[in-house]
């Protein structure tokens, strides 16, 4: 016999084949690739150029073959030799036992029906028309008579098969049914993409899905081939030895198609119900958009005696999960006063059923979100509630927006204490910086009381409820305010551990700079930039009138830092309450200004990168600001040394890049006199 003298060839393609279609599973649907781009062009221009020098040898479900161009004007008309129904739908339990009583009825029969449950997937439905087992037509729904071509498009999506398995025999001619869907993660990430890229994000997996098929220009390859397709149905050429819908999703299986794992068989209509429960239950997990369920009565000599209406089969029906979106009007947008002093915007709507909770508010989080979405009252908006998070509003519905409604702005004044309002730079949420607000009291003095702040042992939470709540505390320096006759006649509060609580308050107004800067809570004020403050400046008169300039002057201390410190005390009512607090007893050592920039390392700016191997980077940036220098976080031009450990990563090769002087762990020790 003849040696085959493209043997070599063959073989090669269809190893090609085989591991391109892997490598397109591991890149795109598993979402772990194995080789590079550039590897994967090369395996896929060999392929090519060995099917351009031997076309016989080009195999239909070659990986070339997916690529294709689209008609450039418009798309093809496709007729659907087999109506694409549409389903009824059912929105509650009652509904389905209204259907499957019709069913009975019509089938004359009195024992339960054999149902098939699957859920109902939310994307785009398609035919895919198979001539001895090769793909030729791709075809959108349309209006269920005739669709659009788009062959080319579909070819792309790679769990589309280009020719049929034959596991299972496979008629001449077969159209199979299903839906082409977008994975919720890729479709998250489709989105972050097109935020990147200053583009509209989709709506919804499922417009994602639609839109990518309808693409004519400038082809989004990548999102066709995120898309996944889910075989449910046949057309044309079903196999007349397979009697049952569970049989039919068998078959599809067996010639190459995915098909929904959640699929089972149910008997009866209660059982129906149960499946659709479950899958209510599990929606959340999901990777994909699902929107119901669907029943269809499993066997198909049944299906063919229930026979069709126009638009939809009497033997199926789609049994809806509850809308998770829906449409209601702003009728005001409120403020509220958080306990640390945000100002939240929330909508008050007109109340509106969505996903099965009444709705009566829904976040717009901060006025950013505001300003993107333009929310104003009266305005009609979309609200969506998913899984267990608190509703939200997707967006305004436009051209129901009546006439003369303004934009809304975060008030001036905080509607609790009318103290005026301020955004930091940089920052998202507008606060009330006022210490004695009544909507932050309660957090004001745990946070007072906590252990690195006053620590004042004795007053808990509940503690603090109850003298918020009956006003014996009004204001943040009425607890040095309390006696113990007071304290005794609060609940669970015996005379001796009022007696106690009075010690415990006095102890505490005798403290130190730094845990009293603490304990008034300023924003961005924590422990280490609290002792530095109080190191540098050694008493709080110096601070009081401190500018943000002479602020951001202290080595660790940035504008942020500055700026809230600032801001806090030119509040005339923080003013006045660290007056009372003085005035009541609260005291702490003086101790000598630190001048500013002194030490043997003022002016020096430091980046530590890589570990260390004798101290941890949390001491050597401490000993360095203790010696005046400063460390920041990124090089640059007016970085004076890079602190290079083991590892040292982008930062070393950026000092190098620029001229900065490196220095090992030995130097920096020397530096720092260790
Ligand atoms: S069967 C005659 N099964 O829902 C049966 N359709 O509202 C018609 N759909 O156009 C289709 N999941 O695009 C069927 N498991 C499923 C489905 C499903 C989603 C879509 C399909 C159809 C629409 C009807």
């Known amino acids: 016999m003849a040696a085959d003298p493209l043997a070599a060839d063959r ?118 028309v198979y001539e001895t087992g090769r793909l030729t037509v791709g075809s959108t729904r349309g209006d269920g008579h005739v669709g659009e071509d788009v062959t080319a498009n579909l070819r792309l999506c790679p769990s589309i098969p280009l020719v049929l398995a034959t596991r299972s025999p496979v008629p001449e001619r077969v159209s199979v049914r299903g839906e082409v869907i977008l994975p919720i993660a890729r479709f998250e990430r489709l989105n972050e993409r097109r935020l990147e890229r200053g583009l509209e994000p989709f709506a919804n997996p499922r417009n994602a899905a639609a839109g990518a098929l309808r693409q004519l220009h400038d082809i989004d390859t990548r999102r066709l081939r995120s898309l996944e397709f889910r075989a449910y149905a046949i057309g044309e050429g079903a196999p007349d030895d397979v009697t049952t819908q569970a049989g039919i999703l068998a078959t599809l299986e067996a010639w190459g198609f995915g098909v929904s794992p959640e699929s089972e068989t149910c008997r009866g209509v209660d059982a129906l119900i149960a499946y659709h429960e479950r899958r209510l239950a599990a929606r959340d997990r999901m990777q994909l958009e699902i929107d119901g369920s669907v029943a269809k009565v499993n066997r198909r000599d049944y299906q063919a005696e229930l026979g069709t209406l126009t638009r939809s089969p009497r033997w199926a029906i789609a049994f809806k999960f509850p809308p998770q979106q829906e449409t209601s009007v702003v009728e005001a947008i409120e403020a509220q006063v958080g306990r640390t002093g945000a100002l939240t915007p929330v909508a008050r709507l007109k109340p509106v059923r969505v996903g099965g909770v009444t709705v009566t508010y829904a976040s717009l989080h901060n006025q950013d979100e505001i300003d993107r979405k333009d929310v104003r009252v009266h305005d009609t908006v979309v609200v969506q509630r998913a899984g267990d998070v608190i509703p939200q509003i997707v967006k305004v519905v436009l051209s129901k927006r009546p006439r003369r409604t303004r934009r809304y702005r975060l008030p001036a004044r905080c509607p609790v204490c009318r103290a005026e309002t301020l955004r930091l730079e940089g920052e998202a949420v507008t606060r009330c910086p006022n210490l004695d607000c009544p909507a932050q009291l309660k957090n004001n003095l745990r946070h007072l009381a906590s252990r690195g702040a006053l620590d004042v042992e004795g007053l808990g939470d509940k503690l603090v409820d109850q003298l918020v709540e009956r006003g014996l505390v009004r204001r943040f320096s009425d607890v040095f305010r309390l006696d113990a006759e007071t304290l005794a006649g609060l609940e669970r509060m015996g005379e001796k551990s009022a007696a106690n609580l009075v010690t415990s308050l006095e102890r505490a107004k005798r403290t130190s700079l730094a845990r009293f800067l603490i304990a008034l809570g300023i924003r961005d004020v924590g422990e280490g930039v609290a002792e530095l403050i109080a190191s540098h400046f050694g008493d709080l008169d110096p601070i009081l009138k401190a500018s943000r300039e002479e602020l951001e002057a202290i080595q660790g201390v940035g504008p942020t830092i500055a700026e809230s410190v600032e801001r806090f005390f030119a509040d005339p009512r923080n003013a006045a309450e660290v007056g009372e607090l003085r005035d009541l007893g609260v005291r702490w050592e003086v101790s000598p200004p630190k001048p500013r920039g002194d030490g043997p390392l003022a002016g020096k700016t430091f980046v530590l990168t890589g570990g260390l191997a004798g101290m941890t980077r949390t001491r050597a940036r401490k000993r360095i600001q203790e010696l005046g220098g400063k460390v920041t976080s990124a090089v640059s031009k007016k970085t004076d040394y890079v602190v290079a450990g083991a590892d040292p990563g982008g930062k070393l090769e950026k000092a190098q890049q620029l001229g900065v002087e490196v220095l090992d762990e030995a130097a920096l020790e020397k530096l720092l006199g260790e």
Not at 52 to 60: G, Q, Y
Not at 87 to 100: G, K, P, T, Y
Not at 101 to 121: M, N, T
């Open 11 to 128: 073989r090669r393609i269809d190893f090609l084949v085989h591991e391109i279609d892997r490598h397109n599973r591991l890149y795109y649907l598993d979402d772990r690739p194995e080789i590079s781009d550039a590897e994967y062009d090369r395996l896929l221009r060999e392929l090519r150029e060995l099917e351009h020098a031997h076309p016989e040898l080009r195999r239909p479900d070659s990986p070339t073959q997916r690529v294709g161009a689209p008609p450039s004007e418009g798309f093809a008309e496709v007729r659907h030799l087999v109506p694409m129904l549409s389903l009824d739908n059912a929105m509650d339990a009652d509904e389905m036992r209204s259907f499957d009583d019709r069913v009975r009825r019509e089938l004359e029969h009195e024992e339960p029906i054999e149902y098939l449950g699957e859920p109902k997937l939310d994307g785009a439905g398609v035919e895919l």
